[in-house]
């Protein structure tokens, strides 16, 4: 088993930053590649961006110029960032750890990103 915890969610401004955190335990040497998904309300769950575990990144391309994916490896927790920039009213959504991607069979119990003035 593999356990998700996100954090770093909240309500920021347009134009504003945060910086989600993942804390994965557990089995976690199964893991190489984790990522973050998110979810609108009213639209599907879709990917933001993977990180494996040598550090290799993929972003959708609409977020490559706001978003940065990042990890530290520890023996027994690895923990997954999400550094969102110059954040939109479309990027409202709950947001999601999840390992192994891309098709994940872990997910975090999510945390809130609203975007609004």
């Known amino acids: 088993q593999v356990q998700l915890v996100e954090s770093g969610g909240g309500l920021v401004q347009p134009g504003g930053s945060l910086r989600l955190a993942c804390a994965a335990s557990?089995?976690?040497?199964?893991?190489?590649?984790m990522g973050w998904y998110r979810e609108a309300p009213g639209k599907e769950r879709e990917l933001v961006a993977t990180i494996n575990s040598n550090g290799r990144t993929y972003l959708v391309d609409s977020r490559k110029d706001r978003f940065t994916v990042s990890r530290t490896n520890a023996k027994n927790t690895n923990t997954l960032y999400l550094q969102m920039n110059s954040l939109k009213p479309e990027d409202t959504a709950m947001y999601y750890c999840?390992?192994?991607?891309?098709?994940?069979?872990?997910w975090g119990q999510g945390t809130q990103v609203t975007v609004s003035s």
């Open positions: 999840a390992a192994p991607v891309p098709n994940p069979d872990y």
């Open positions: 557990g089995n976690i040497f199964r893991i190489n590649s």
